[in-house]
Nanobody, 126 residues
């Protein structure tokens, strides 16, 4: 069993930056894909970005590519989402997720691919 804990959410003005962190604990030796999703009420959860354990492989949603950067932390089983040029439409609950499988361009954005989820952290852009 893997536990994920997000941190770093908050309220910011449009155009500013924010960094989210996710820390995994428990049975983490099988994690092969680490990702970030977001969700607004009434809409489906949206995949934003995914990173491999090495940090070499990443995929991004078109809506955030060029503004958001996913990365692995120096501490094992920690990853980040650096968000810049934030817009009001980025307002959402943000979730980190982890999967045992290596996910690729055709699958990484599907919520059903992920085994573990954090509780979410709210980001509000005004």
């Amino acid at each position: 069993h893997v536990q994920l804990v997000e941190s770093g959410g908050g309220s910011v003005q449009a155009g500013r930056s924010l960094r989210l962190s996710c820390a995994a604990s428990g049975y983490t030796n099988r994690l092969n894909s680490m990702a970030w999703f977001r969700q607004v009420p009434g809409k489906e959860r949206e995949g934003l970005a995914v990173v491999s354990p090495s940090g070499w492989s990443t995929y991004y949603a078109g809506s955030v590519k060029g503004r958001f950067t996913i990365s692995q932390g120096n501490v094992e089983n920690t990853w980040y989402l650096e968000m810049s040029s934030l817009k009001p439409e980025d307002t959402a609950m943000y979730y980190c997720a982890a999967a045992d499988s290596h996910l690729y361009i055709g699958s990484w954005y599907r919520t059903r691919e992920y085994n573990s989820w954090g509780q979410g952290t709210q980001v509000t852009v005004s």
